[in-house]
């Protein structure tokens, strides 16, 4: 995943990479899998940490909504002795998979596979040319979609919200201009119009498209309500003493795990200016008191990890609660639906 908060942006709209899983030492440690354990791993793209779980001698029930990740995986589940089960879903509903004795452990690696960037027919990438789709579950409304038919102000919000993009007006008239005149259709397409309005500096190490295809890219798939969603069934679905560690790869995703681990942690909400409110149920305890990120020879070996960060919990005995999704403060930014056809 690709921001301008630091990350690795070779990702953004990148060129290929080899699939390496990221913070897989800090992962299994946090995770502490053994055998009879049942650990859920809700993002199974190529499979790396599914394996290094079911080395460990633990089950796994595995989820992914990218079809194409299903079918790749299907080797791995006949090499399994029926230890993995592969399910092709959506994580914000693995409660719906947990055994009626609840999970040993949940992990979550929130963004884009190194693989879907690599399918120019995916369109994630800018810089292979292809369909400006961008959809992991290849159903529903695609970036073409939104960059075509998108309010202006929408766009702008998008742009602006999810890519911290500076200059997302001037790119979102620009793109009404162009899009009356012929739609946006291709990945290069919709790139070339970004970097002719706002052209790549000699000292910027992004391309200028990168915050638009990343914005468009978690709109499109509604990747920060998903990780809300996931989140609290992640909490109905670990059993007392289970584990939950979620890597994120973004400020904006690390900002929804923080604020979820506040809130269900059990700290009281309150300011010095009002006076303090009750202490909320815990309904986990934190394994990380501090974000986990890579060490150095890792981010050397794998640029990927060097915007990874690890935070993970230990579920309490108190019933699940409320999923209240106002703790992550996410704003409205288009109406979805409204942009299909």
Do not use: C, W
């Amino acid at each position: 995943m690709t921001s301008n908060s630091g990350e690795d942006n070779s990702l953004a709209g990148g060129g290929p990479v080899r699939h390496i899983p990221v913070l897989l030492a800090e992962v299994l440690a946090a995770l502490a899998p053994k055998a009879g354990d049942t650990i859920l791993d809700g993002t199974f793209g190529a499979g790396g940490y599914t394996s290094a779980i079911l080395d460990a001698g633990a089950n796994v029930i595995a989820l992914d909504r990218d079809p194409t990740a299903i079918a790749g995986g299907q080797v791995l589940v006949e090499a399994s002795g029926g230890r993995l089960q592969l399910i092709h879903t959506r994580f914000s509903r693995l409660d719906e998979y947990a055994p009626s004795g609840g999970l040993d452990g949940v992990v979550l690696d929130i963004g884009v596979s190194s693989m879907q960037i690599d399918e120019a027919e995916r369109g994630f990438s800018f810089q292979k040319n292809g369909p400006l789709d961008m959809r992991m579950s290849a159903d529903g409304v695609s970036a073409a979609d939104v960059v075509n038919r998108a309010k202006v102000g929408d766009l702008i919000r998008i742009f602006g919200f999810l890519g911290e993009e500076s200059q997302s007006g001037r790119i979102a008239r620009a793109i009404e201009k162009r899009r009356a005149e012929e739609p946006f259709r291709t990945t290069r397409d919709l790139a070339g119009l970004i970097e002719t309005v706002t052209p790549r500096k000699a000292k910027d190490r992004i391309h200028p498209a990168t915050r638009v295809f990343q914005a468009l890219r978690i709109f499109v798939n509604d990747e920060l309500g998903e990780l809300a969603s996931a989140l609290f069934a992640a909490e109905r679905a670990l059993k007392p003493g289970g584990r939950l560690v979620v890597v994120t790869f973004h400020s904006l995703e690390d900002r929804i795990v923080k604020k979820f681990f506040a809130a269900r942690s059990g700290k009281a909400s309150g300011s010095r200016h009002m006076p303090a409110a009750f202490a909320q149920p815990a309904y986990f305890d934190m394994l990380t008191r501090q974000v986990v990120t890579a060490g150095e020879a890792e981010a050397e070996e794998n640029p990927r990890a060097r915007s990874a960060k690890l935070r993970a919990a230990l579920r309490t005995a108190e019933p699940a609660g409320k999923a209240d999704h106002s703790i992550f403060d996410l704003p409205l930014l288009a109406d979805i639906a409204r942009l299909g056809g």
